[in-house]
């Protein structure tokens, strides 16, 4: 078990893990009203922080939540007063940092805030010590399962990151209770969609294929960087739309995301995937994504 | 504007509604994963409470949330605290009241939260003066639109009534952007399912035709109210699936929940309903609903 977080930080200070912060009436407790990001920090450097902040302004525009043109850098302060306070930044200092931006505390009622009834969004940063995957369950991979959740593509939040993440919840408990380790998404045609915290690569043949745009999903900043990553080392990035049949046949599939990099799915509801085991463009990705973390380098191990 | 709150009951204890309440970790900000009920209480009495209590209940046992079996009753006495710290539990208080319920506060990272890893439930009742909806709106009737988002009836969450609600908001926000009061979403299939915060009715001829429970929506108190009264009161009530045409084409339509009662509807999109002016069925409706929630009679003023 890790250790727990001593700091978060909120709207601008460091305060104490355990105290109170919010307001009942924060508008992220009442309605998932907000956005977020996750990403990885090692040495105290965050990884891809650009993007994750430019993510994190479109969902807050998709929303309509107002963020000061200045909240990049009061951001990346918060990030880096919060490592320092944690230990996180020191060089071998690993942290999962969550920034979570909400419409704010509204003390009157309904889904509508008139103007000026809001002060300012609540902006957290959170960080916690990336304890690494387990060795073993790197060894046998992730068995993934069908959520019966499903996505909608023409969905007009689809590509925002926002709070309201129940059916993510719903989803993961569902592969809980499977005895899985994560659950799919599909999309309401029956499309491989996203899994719960990370997006979905097959390998098959000299090809890495990952559901395209249009499947509703988030552009994760690890997916983006993996398709250059397959260019760069032999394989021939393909963005698609991908059957649950495509996913089950493919000879290596894995998941990714920021915080846990490139993990292999060796199974996925009844079916093996390959042989069962992570394949070896699974391994060299998830290699390769690590030591780019570690120290920003782009190049792959071959 | 109403007054603002000066209280709020949290976890068991009325607070100041202007302190901080609640853990920045608190899964009902980070995630959106809690279940909310909103009611009516006038002269301090709760209107259908026990119906809202299931249905909370029911709402926590789908996303898994555990809320312990006295729960209830220690609602049931917030709400007793709130509405009297308020000045609303007098014979004429007209009152909103919000029951949330989150996960808790959880200070691990993740969606999955491990066995025993919380303490309990976040429990939050808000209650608010009702401010009569204003007569020259009540005279024009509502204008609505339809939402880009839409409603897939197979979701497994679509009976909860989850704090995930950045879908709802959006809408709200497509609807204030349209020059509209309010949206109707439809499902992925196109049929009529339901308002942002509202169940949607039709009158044609003497039929009150109002979206099934297979078209995406949250059996409202209200809703199931009103199709009692319908019985009574000479309308043949009619649960089916409705084409945005056959909303456009009703004789007559309107919205409604728990605490705004019933709302006319003159226009849907670019159609007026019926003769632009709210109908008759409609005028006796709300005022039966109103006499019901002053008095408790089910009534109808024939």
């Not at 977020?36 to 998709?62: K, P, V």
Request: aromatic content about 6%; some cysteine; hydrophobic content about 40%.
């Amino acid at each position: 078990m890790p250790s727990e977080p001593r700091h978060v930080w909120v709207d601008g200070a460091l305060a104490d893990a355990d105290a109170r912060h919010l307001s009942a009436f924060d508008r992220g407790f009442q309605l998932g009203d907000g956005v977020f990001e996750t990403l990885r920090a090692r040495g105290g450097r965050s990884t891809e922080l650009d993007q994750h902040l430019a993510r994190l302004r479109a969902s807050a525009d998709g929303l309509g939540i107002a963020l000061p043109p200045t909240a990049e850098d009061t951001i990346t302060r918060g990030i880096d007063a919060l490592l320092k306070a944690e230990g996180l930044a020191t060089p071998d200092g690993d942290a999962a940092v969550r920034i979570t931006v909400s419409r704010g505390p509204f003390l009157g009622r309904g889904l509508l805030v008139p103007p000026g009834a809001i002060d300012g969004a609540t902006v957290v940063v959170q960080a916690w010590p990336v304890t690494s995957v387990p060795a073993e369950l790197i060894e046998r991979g992730l068995h993934v399962v069908t959520s019966a959740v499903r996505r909608d593509p023409s969905s007009p939040l689809g590509a925002l990151k926002t709070t309201s993440r129940a059916d993510h919840v719903y989803a993961r408990i569902e592969a809980h209770k499977a005895g899985a380790d994560d659950a799919v998404f599909l999309t309401i045609d029956g499309y491989v969609s996203e899994a719960t915290t990370a997006n979905v690569f097959c390998v098959r043949g000299t090809r890495l294929e990952t559901p395209s745009l249009d499947c509703g999903i988030l552009a994760g900043t690890t997916r983006d960087w993996l398709l250059g990553w397959a260019g760069r080392s032999g394989l021939e990035p393909i963005e698609t739309r991908l059957l649950p049949g495509d996913l089950a046949t493919a000879d290596e599939a894995f998941l990714s995301s920021s915080v846990a990099g490139v993990l292999p799915v060796t199974r996925y509801d009844a079916h093996t995937i390959g042989d069962g085991k992570p394949g070896q463009w699974t391994k060299r990705a998830r290699a390769d994504r690590e030591a780019f973390i570690r120290d920003g380098s782009g190049a792959t191990t071959t």
